[in-house]
T-cell receptor, first 117, second 115 residues
């Protein structure tokens, strides 16, 4: 079965510095990968996805992610962090086909990003 | 509506009570998912609807959990005889298609606390 791992529970970064939130995946076949952000007491918001094509994917709020097939990674990056980026970040992978012919999505355990002023 | 709407946002139930959580997806979205998010964890899949058909309920933790989407729009997740371990945030998500390459749109969740 497909899975994702987020090895860091928390990442601290100073405002203005680049940030990286790590994600590794395990899939059979071509991976469909996603990043979501969750602010306190809110639902998850979609940031970006990798389906195919360029390994560097650009998304919302200046975030980007780099797909690395050899390392089975899909790390989230931003060149210059903002205090308002502080939130919980989830990596997700599309699981295999269900009996219905569609898919379900498997989420990592989340990484809390704290951007310090 | 503009987004996925869930109600109630907060629910406190005594152990043994039945609860019903409502999800109103984005209009026209075919796919609807329910996820359970325990404190400090990622969302865990519960069940999936394609229009009114419940095509996967493999994630429902017990037969006390029941979900329906009778007209292919609003969905209700019902939990009977609630237990303390049912305390979690229940997230509803919808998407336009079911191709698997499409992002999910999440509601803000219903936080259930069972005393």
């Amino acid at each position: 079965a497909q899975s994702v791992a987020q090895p860091e529970d928390q990442v601290n970064v100073a405002e203005g510095n680049p940030l990286t939130v790590k994600c590794t995946y395990s899939v059979s076949g071509n991976p469909y990968l996603f990043w979501y952000v969750q602010y306190p007491n809110r639902g998850l918001q979609f940031l970006l996805k990798y389906i195919t094509g360029d390994n560097l994917v650009k998304g919302s709020y200046g975030f980007e992610a780099e797909f690395n097939k050899s390392q089975t990674s899909f790390h989230l990056k931003k060149p210059s962090a903002l205090v308002s980026d502080s939130a919980l970040y989830f990596c997700a992978v599309r699981d295999g086909k269900m009996a219905s012919g569609t898919y379900k999505y498997i989420f990592g355990t989340g990484t809390r990003l704290k951007v310090l002023a | 509506g503009a987004g996925v709407s869930q109600s109630p946002r907060y629910k406190v139930a005594k152990r043994g009570q039945d609860v019903a959580l409502r999800c109103d997806p984005i209009s026209g979205h075919v796919s609807l998912f329910w996820y359970q998010q325990a404190l400090g964890q990622g969302p865990e899949f519960l069940t999936y609807f394609q229009n009114e058909a419940q095509l996967d309920k493999s994630g429902l933790p017990s037969d006390r959990f029941f979900a329906e989407r009778p007209e292919g729009s609003v969905s209700t997740l019902k939990i009977q005889r609630t237990q303390q371990e049912d305390s979690a945030v229940y997230l509803c998500a919808s998407s336009l298609w079911d191709s698997g390459g499409v992002e999910l749109f999440f509601g803000e969740g219903s936080r259930l606390t069972v005393l």
